[in-house]
């Protein structure tokens, strides 16, 4: 997997290490299976850190959506952290800022 996280007042903060424009080339339910394993204490919040990517190209964009999803669908509120003004336009643009705390 191409991620790396750490606890952030016990919430896992996911950094995605692709730099392609992608986040995780690989299958998002396992990625998923992985991350859920890492909650603790019964926290229901997952944060993804996007400081380390400089942009998304589609289908980074569309693996961002897939993980939400997959994360809301088990009952995980997910925060997004991105400081790329290219990721924050690209998302208000298609229109899904507003499904991610950030």
Request: net charge negative; charged share 25%.
């Amino acid at each position: 997997m191409n991620f790396v996280y750490k606890y952030v007042n016990k919430i896992p903060v996911i950094s995605f290490l692709a730099d392609d424009g992608g986040l995780l080339g690989s299958d998002i339910k396992a990625f998923g299976e992985e991350v859920v394993d890492l909650a603790q204490d019964n926290i229901r919040l997952i944060a993804f850190d996007l400081r380390n990517n400089s942009y998304l190209n589609s289908f980074g964009l569309g693996e961002l959506i897939n993980i939400r999803k997959f994360f809301n669908d088990r009952g995980f509120e997910c925060i997004l952290i991105a400081e790329s003004q290219k990721i924050n336009k690209l998302l208000d643009m298609v229109g899904i800022g507003d499904l991610f705390t950030r």
